[in-house]
């Protein structure tokens, strides 16, 4: 009841196009949901995060869309930049429980030229 | 520190050693996390410190893993009698306070276990 499924594992997008990365996850009771990007020998860094209060939420290039009643959450980036290859974490915390993260497996983005 | 701060950054020790891992949050950081990313993994929570005390220690996987932190600061992540499967990145987050504040990750201590 803890999992957060995250797909694909891997993706490839040309530059200037748009990535999307998915997460689904099982337990009603998570109330806030971040995504990390994590560049090799690096600790993951907060990129931007929702409350299951909104449906979505746009920092720059970055958006969060937001389904309660499907569970489901994703990740969009546009206007794509080879700067942007990393690997990127879904993950869902309680907020009343510590907010301890529960992560996805991750998904490798490389953006090409 | 401006970052969470992880010593040492990596580690490589025989099979049975005991273990050290030093994580120092953000000045005024009440909550500190320690997760486990083993390779081409998601994080893995292990154990949170809300100041001193460890409310949840659920992700510990075994009693071979301990943890502790003084003064509301820094905190030390022990492994004893390690095992190779122990091999993984060890990372340690902070946040404000523990309820829905982001976290803020160091850059992990790499063990490797011979």
């Known amino acids: 009841q803890q999992q957060v499924k995250q797909s694909p594992q891997s993706l490839i997008v040309q530059k200037g196009g748009i990535s999307i990365i998915n997460c689904a996850y099982e337990?009603?009771?998570?109330?806030?949901f971040p995504w990390y990007q994590q560049f090799p020998g690096k600790g993951p860094a907060l990129l931007i995060a929702?409350?299951?209060?909104?449906s979505e939420k746009k920092e720059g290039r970055f958006t969060i869309s937001f389904n309660k009643s499907a569970k489901q959450f994703s990740l969009h980036i546009m206007d794509s930049q080879p700067g942007d290859s990393a690997t990127y974490f879904c993950a869902a915390g309680l907020t009343g429980g510590g907010n301890k993260l529960t992560f996805g497996t991750g998904t490798q983005l490389k953006v090409e030229l | 520190g401006a970052g969470v701060s992880q010593s040492p950054s990596n580690k490589v020790t025989e099979k049975g050693k005991d273990v050290e891992l030093r994580c120092d949050p953000i000045?005024?950081?009440?909550?500190l996390y320690w997760y486990r990313q083993s390779l081409g993994q998601g994080l893995e929570f292990l154990i949170y410190f809300q100041g001193n005390s460890a409310p949840d220690k659920s992700g510990l996987p075994s009693d071979r893993f301990s943890a502790e932190r003084t003064g509301g600061s820094v905190s030390t992540l022990t492994i004893q009698r390690t095992q190779q499967e122990d091999s993984a990145v060890y990372l340690c987050a902070s946040s404000l306070f523990a309820q829905g504040q982001p976290q803020h990750f160091g850059d992990g201590t790499r063990l490797s276990i011979l």
């Open positions: 000045s005024g950081h009440t909550a």
């Open positions: 337990n009603t009771a998570f109330d806030y």
């Open positions: 929702i409350r299951p209060d909104v």
